[in-house]
Nanobody, 120 residues
Framework: QVQLVESGGGSVQPGGSLRLSCVAS????????MGWYRQAPGKQRELVAR???????NYADSVKGRFTISRDNAKATVYLQMNSLKPEDTAVYYC??????????????WGQGTQVTVSS
């Protein structure tokens, strides 16, 4: 089993910053792709950003230039630095990790979600 523990959400004014963290633990051999998704009320869950174990990143167009995803492979942790936040960034943010267990089976795990609210 994979456990993902997220932290760093909260409330901030427009233009502010927040940093999300997600730590993966369990009997996992690899964390090939680590990413963040978000879901706003009444909307579908969407990809925000993801990063491979080699450091390749992808971002949603709406967050390019404002958000930065990074990871610490030794700590099995992924971060999302969010700057210049806008009210439309308000959502529940979910950590997602894809990889393999030591028994070679793949996994696709989700965190419990952390609320980010941007409001004046």
């Amino acid at each position: 089993q994979v456990q993902l523990v997220e932290s760093g959400g909260g409330s901030v004014q427009p233009g502010g910053s927040l940093r999300l963290s997600c730590v993966a633990s369990g009997s996992i051999f690899s964390t090939d792709v680590m990413g963040w998704y978000r879901q706003a009320p009444g909307k579908q869950r969407e990809l925000v950003a993801r990063i491979t174990s080699g450091g390749t990143t992808n971002y949603a167009d709406s967050v390019k230039g404002r958000f930065t995803i990074s990871r610490d492979n030794a700590k099995a942790t992924v971060y999302l630095q969010m700057n210049s936040l806008k009210p439309e960034d308000t959502a529940v943010y979910y950590c997602n990790v894809k990889g393999f267990y030591y028994n070679h089976r793949g996994y696709d795990a989700w965190g419990q979600g952390t609320q980010v609210t941007v409001s004046s």
